[in-house]
């Protein structure tokens, strides 16, 4: 795969530039932004940093933003306190609802940096992380991550958004400089300080409250949780944000499927029909991209589907440890128009939607059996009434 290109809008990129990724850093008022030309896109994914500005400059808005996404490209955004109303529509349509309230930052007053002690305790030392080794690497982040900014909850209708950290149950969202008047509209776990999206079309978009949780400062900066002995001399952003970033951009969790064949069993051929009761066998290739190179992807629950209408076959594809899944089953007493289908949907990959066309044709009058062992019964019984007229005929001719 070549080094996918990456917009910024503004970003400190060290982490990205040293993976190997094309940038280009843009201010988000610049009067030439583009995303495409000619019908086609300048990028692969884009880093949104500048979470108070009301307009973009050139022809990228809210829509050119939502179409590069529909598009199947990848996004990074980063709000804080600031955030514009066009950030936030950008995130709403992403499937996550910021704090209305402008006002309003994280407050925890039990798990926050040791360093805010007299502060206002914003300074959140999150470590409530989903449990994903594909989002966030097989490395568990040890230390806390570092966050200081705005509430969100990810809208209950959206399926496809996940918090990827979240706050803790004494976590609420408000003014840190009022009183409370009334109870705050997030509180607890409720209130998701990151959260990742992947579309159906598989474009991958994070987002996340806090821009400060990218900076240089709280990427060197050590941490101590409150009430906690443990310090740490890092905190986990940095880790946080290399992993988060690698599953984003696709340097993880991508699956690509290639070499789909069936075929009768016994044959090499793909035939351009099966035949009822016919013994075929289906194969697929899979492959997940390792951030270098593809490697065989193994999974116990990978799915066939021989389908009309409903499934008529649903069944387990076995592999060696190599990357060829592969099925063999007979073809259901039915003819009509099937489909072979493969649907993978698992947590942090890429989808999988595979499905191929073949009609299924009855017996041609010349291909049943002379005699068919279910017919015996109604055989013997034409045979017995026959010879049962024929007794009859001559009992009744010469019986006097």
Known sequence: MAAPRVLLLLAAAAILAA????LE???????KLSLHRYGQYLYDGLVLFAPSTPRFGGSV?????LEFIDAGHDMILAADHSASDLIR??????????????????????NYASSEVEGDHTLIAGDDLIQSDVILGSKKIEAPVLFRGIAHAANPSNSLVLKVL??????YSANPEAKLASVPSLTGSAISLVSVMQARNNARVLISGSLDLFSNRFLKSG???????????KAGNEQFVTETSKWVFHERGHL???????????ETNEPSMYRINDDLEYSVEIYEWSGTSWKPYVADDVQIQFFMMSPYVLKNMSTDKSAVYSASFKVPDVY??????VEYQRLGYTGLSLAKQIPVRPYRHDEYERFITSAFPYYAASFSTMGAFFIFSVAYLYHK
């Open 61 to 65: 808005d809210q829509n050119a933003v």
């Open 223 to 233: 941490v101590q949780k409150a009430g906690s002995k443990m310090s740490h001399d």
């Open 336 to 341: 009509g128009v099937f489909q072979f289908k």
């Open 166 to 171: 979240s706050a803790s149950p004494s976590a």
């Open 25 to 31: 850093f843009r201010l988000a008022d610049d009067p």
């Open 19 to 22: 993976r190997g990724l094309d």
């Open 256 to 266: 690509k499927a290639v070499n789909v064949m069936h075929h009768k069993v016994g």
């Open 89 to 110: 529509g950008i995130a709403t349509e992403c499937g996550v609802d910021f704090d209305e309230d402008p006002e309003a930052m994280v407050i925890d007053h039990i």
